[in-house]
């Protein structure tokens, strides 16, 4: 069973700065690394992945710059100190939203 769409919309770009974290890198290995993680249960579409970048970049959470690398160009993505900050809200709101949501479908009153 794989995550639906509906779940992860908008918490999209809080995973891609999650990646980001952990080391610069570029948008196949990030999707790659998502899959593997999620073990194939979560892979962001190539039209998702690209648009979130480009509002991480504009938002100016992320930079970007092209790799010197021997296998084709690549465009690597980086966060930013802004970027870790956002990174640190949206991780605080998942948490604080994954703790409201358990206690609503566990029944708690």
């Known amino acids: 069973m794989s995550i639906a769409g509906d779940l992860i ?3 999209t770009e809080a995973v891609i700065l999650a990646r980001l ?3 610069d890198s570029y948008g196949y290995e990030i999707n790659k690394n998502i899959m593997t993680i999620s073990n194939g249960q979560l892979e962001l579409k190539e039209a998702t992945l690209y648009t979130a970048f480009r509002r991480l970049e504009a938002s100016g959470f992320i930079t970007s ?3 010197d690398g021997d296998a ?3 465009r690597y993505y980086a966060i930013t100190p802004l970027g870790r900050e956002e990174y640190a809200r949206l991780s605080y709101e998942w948490e604080n939203t994954k703790q409201i949501m358990d206690k609503l479908l566990k029944g708690d009153t």
């Open 21 to 23: 974290m952990i080391s």
């Open 72 to 74: 084709a160009r690549r």
């Open 9 to 11: 919309r908008g918490h």
């Open 65 to 67: 710059y092209w790799g």
